[in-house]
């Protein structure tokens, strides 16, 4: 008999592959997040970062580096990894990899004993600590208040190898809230060092199992849940001036919440954009003619709901 197939691709009773683009497949955003200290990526843009996971780089000073996707990963199967690239840091220079999940989602891990696991790689020369912290929402969704629900103590990476990294066993409780999992890479003072991430797994069970490959399309439409783009563009005629003209756009998705909407490479004639009403399956946008005759709207749009 063929499994049940839930949301993320898991199977019923043990939620495998319950992360989202585990393995860095989607890359919506496609340009790399330039690393700001103490500063993850969707607090300073909605623009940058793979899809589902933030970089974060902290440190005395950081002086460079990127996070994003790597097509030539170093570890995992399929050649894509969350990559810190380029990174400087001085003091006790620390990276973060985060990924959260909503409460509609963290609710089948509700009191069940879960694992973790996804592969690392690292070319500073030497060993490098790892920690897995796993914590959960306070408020359903809303993660600028978590609890610690436990950590793997650190992980030692070795140099230019890749190597598993897993947490299992992990005692949930009520996680239903939402699940926030960080990694922690204790970098310490590097200079223009690689650190990569693929193959992130978190699942229902006492021990990580194989990390299960999906269609790139079946990725690409959860993550439309949360980040989104396209274009939109209306024609039309008009008789006189200020006569009100709307188009609806539906998303990819339905998002899990009403996203914001980011529009560039406007191009207006002959009309002004007046409005724009949002929802979470999608938008209508309306324009206003300034003259009568033929008017033309257009513009890119992002639609963004991160947690």
């Excluded at 950590?151 to 699940?179: F, K, Q, R, W």
């Amino acid at each position: 008999m063929a499994q049940t197939k839930l949301r993320e691709g898991q199977t019923v009773g043990t939620a495998a592959n319950a992360i989202i683009n585990g393995d860095c497949s989607v890359n919506q955003r496609v340009t790399a997040y330039t690393l700001v200290k103490d500063a993850y990526c969707w607090d300073s843009s909605d623009l940058y970062g793979p899809d589902r996971f933030e970089g974060m780089a902290t440190g005395t000073l950081v002086s460079a580096g990127t996070f994003g996707q790597t097509t030539s990963a170093n570890c995992g199967v399929s050649g894509t990894a969350f990559k810190f690239a380029g990174v400087t840091l001085t003091g006790t220079g620390i990276l973060y990899l985060r990924y959260r999940m909503e409460a509609k989602d963290a609710k089948k891990f509700k009191n069940q004993t879960a694992s973790f696991k996804c592969k690392a790689y690292q070319d500073t020369g030497g060993a490098i600590d790892h920690t897995i912290y796993i914590r959960k929402a306070d408020v359903a969704n809303v993660f600028s208040a978590v609890t610690a629900i436990s950590n793997s103590g650190a992980v030692s990476i070795p140099n230019i190898t890749e190597t598993a990294l897993p947490y299992a066993a992990i005692a949930m409780g009520d996680c239903s809230n939402g699940i926030e999992i960080e990694i922690k890479i204790a970098a310490g003072a590097i200079t223009t060092k690689n650190f990569e991430i693929t193959e992130c797994k978190f699942e229902i069970g006492s021990t990580s199992t194989a990390f299960e490959y999906e269609d790139y399309s079946d990725t690409l439409s959860k993550c439309h849940a949360f980040f989104d783009k396209g274009y939109w563009i209306y024609n039309a005629v008009a008789t006189a001036s200020t006569q009100d003209f709307r188009q609806s756009v539906l998303f990819h998705s339905v998002m899990w919440g009403t996203p914001t909407i980011a529009k560039t490479s406007t191009d207006f004639q002959n009309c002004s954009d007046i409005q724009t009403v949002i929802s979470a399956d999608g938008f209508y946008n309306a324009v206003r003619s300034t003259a009568a005759g033929n008017l033309y709207g257009y513009f890119n749009f992002t639609a963004a709901k991160e947690l």
